[in-house]
């Protein structure tokens, strides 16, 4: 008799990724943190986890991203690492790991991959990071690029602000895309550009685009999941859509427990444990022998 097998859900890897641009196959792309949310994550189907930089503003309280060190990423990863069966893993190499030089940022990649367990790499900039992404493809590294918005140039920036709405601008960052994608990156984020820019240059790459604040009209779309769900508090960008309000919900249920346990009723008898023998009887018999 033959056994009965059970089937699991194909990997999600770089080529498929690659692929879905052909296929016209829309990319979906969260961000994770941890072990419970990457579990959740990945088991709803998504199609690529990042480990973003954005673990400093959602999850270690940072103003921006630029703070983020590599240990406290690596420790992310790692975590993030263990909750993911399915989906691709990326990780955000942040602010300081790969401006210095390129034989750094290539020591810094590999420690995604052989520590970390990550299958690919996110790194901002364009142009002028076309020559570290060929030495990352040497290197045997998957590369994810990143342009338009992107919030590791704070600074030059002066802020979260829109990219791209001037012609000039506009082929900027077309120029930039395009250099990524002939040094053979496999995705590029779009992020916080005009939409019919975004169409522009989803129509100029080979690699898929990944929209975030870009339209509808990238192949595909990644918010951090801590929008998503509703767990920031504060503004919400104008991109994001909440797909629930667990904030809410969250602040509700600890309020409920507080005045549960103040009127005693929390726990209550079925959530407590009960002796085989009742200490009481025990005690009594001992006292009258």
Same mark, same amino acid.
């Given at each position: 008799?033959?056994?009965?097998?059970?089937?699991?859900?194909?990997?999600?890897?770089?080529?498929?990724?690659?692929?879905?641009? +052909?296929?016209?196959?829309?990319?979906?792309?969260?961000?994770?943190?941890? +072990?419970?949310?990457? %579990?959740?994550?990945?088991?709803?189907?998504?199609?690529?986890?990042?480990?973003?930089?954005?673990?400093?503003?959602?999850?270690?309280?940072?103003?921006?991203?630029?703070?983020?060190?590599?240990?406290?990423?690596?420790?992310?990863?790692? &975590?993030?690492? %263990?909750?993911?069966?399915?989906?691709?893993?990326?990780?955000?190499?942040?602010?300081?790991?790969?401006?210095?030089? !390129?034989? !750094?940022?290539?020591?810094?990649?590999?420690?995604?991959?052989?520590?970390?367990?990550?299958?690919?790499?996110?790194?901002?900039?364009?142009?002028?990071?076309?020559?570290?992404?060929?030495?990352?493809?040497?290197? !045997?590294?998957?590369?994810?690029?990143?342009?338009?918005?992107?919030?590791?140039?704070?600074?030059?920036?002066?802020?979260?602000?829109?990219?791209?709405?001037?012609?000039?601008?506009?082929? %900027?960052?077309?120029?930039?895309?395009?250099?990524?994608?002939? &040094?053979?990156? +496999?995705?590029?984020?779009?992020?916080?550009?005009? %939409?019919?820019?975004?169409?522009?240059?989803?129509?100029?790459?080979?690699?898929?685009?990944?929209?975030?604040?870009?339209?509808?009209?990238?192949?595909?779309?990644?918010?951090?999941?801590?929008?998503?769900?509703?767990?920031?508090?504060?503004?919400?960008?104008?991109?994001?859509?909440?797909? &629930?309000?667990?904030? !809410?919900?969250?602040?509700?249920?600890?309020?409920?427990?507080?005045?549960?346990?103040?009127?005693?009723? +929390?726990?209550?008898?079925?959530?407590?444990?009960?002796?085989?023998?009742?200490?009481?009887?025990?005690?009594?018999?001992?006292?009258?022998?």
């Amino acid at each position: 008799m033959s056994q009965q097998s059970t089937s699991q859900p194909a990997q999600i890897t770089v080529p498929k990724i690659f692929q879905r641009k +052909f296929n016209r196959d829309k990319i979906t792309c969260l961000t994770a943190y941890d +072990f419970s949310m990457a %579990r959740i994550v990945d088991e709803a189907g998504i199609d690529i986890i990042l480990v973003g930089d954005s673990v400093g503003m959602v999850q270690l309280g940072y103003d921006s991203t630029l703070p983020v060190g590599m240990e406290e990423m690596l420790m992310h990863v790692r &975590a993030v690492r %263990r909750g993911v069966g399915r989906a691709l893993l990326v990780a955000d190499m942040p602010y300081g790991s790969f401006q210095v030089s !390129e034989e !750094e940022a290539v020591r810094n990649a590999l420690r995604f991959v052989k520590e970390g367990g990550a299958e690919a790499v996110k790194l901002e900039g364009g142009v002028k990071r076309a020559s570290l992404v060929n030495r990352l493809m040497d290197a !045997e590294v998957p590369v994810m690029g990143h342009v338009g918005l992107t919030p590791q140039s704070l600074l030059n920036f002066g802020g979260f602000k829109v990219q791209g709405q001037t012609e000039a601008a506009g082929e %900027r960052i077309l120029e930039d895309a395009l250099a990524l994608d002939a &040094a053979g990156v +496999f995705s590029i984020v779009l992020e916080g550009i005009p %939409r019919d820019l975004a169409q522009r240059i989803t129509a100029a790459v080979k690699a898929p685009t990944i929209g975030i604040g870009a339209g509808p009209d990238c192949d595909g779309q990644v918010l951090v999941l801590n929008d998503l769900l509703g767990l920031n508090s504060g503004r919400v960008p104008k991109f994001v859509r909440q797909y &629930a309000h667990l904030r !809410e919900s969250a602040a509700s249920a600890i309020s409920e427990f507080i005045e549960d346990v103040k009127n005693s009723r +929390f726990p209550s008898d079925q959530e407590s444990y009960h002796s085989e023998t009742p200490h009481g009887n025990r005690i009594q018999s001992i006292s009258n022998a």
